[in-house]
């Protein structure tokens, strides 16, 4: 098993406001085995995926595969108020099937409190005109 190491500074001390009091219990004990299985399993599946695809197909089949994997995975709407819902990538993958939390408990997004990020800040970050987060929009 993976120990967690704890988050410190160039001194080494740890910096308890940004990540928290330190627990010796993280490191002493193992993650749980539902833990790792759900954090092993999609990448298991994608290796298998894979694999099978090969073996039926040819190397080139896969190959391509990866390529519109990357292609999509980068096509993206400018931020704004309509966020980029990824329908290319999640219809590559498959993952238009799985049915996940915001299917019966709503997105956080589209939440009627949420207050949307201000445009023009947010390409500036993206582009690395601006530092630092997002700001918010003044409403």
Do not use: W
């Not at 949420?114 to 023009?120: F, G, Q």
């Amino acid at each position: 098993m993976d120990r967690l190491e704890l988050p410190h500074d160039v001194l080494g001390s740890h910096d308890t406001l940004r990540h928290g009091l330190p627990a010796l219990k993280n490191e002493a004990l193992p993650m749980h085995p539902v833990e790792v299985i759900q954090n092993t399993t999609s990448k298991y599946q994608q290796q298998t995926k894979r694999t099978l695809l090969d073996k039926v197909y040819g190397s080139a089949f896969p190959m391509k595969m990866d390529i519109e994997r990357q292609i999509l995975s980068k096509f993206q709407r400018p931020p704004g108020l309509v966020p980029s819902s990824m329908l290319g990538l999640e219809s590559l993958t498959g993952s238009l099937d799985d049915f996940g939390f915001e299917d019966y408990l709503n997105d956080p997004r589209e939440s009627e409190t949420l207050i949307p990020v201000d445009m023009h800040q947010a390409m500036e970050v993206r582009l690395g005109l601006s530092k630092g987060p997002v700001s918010r929009a003044f409403l």
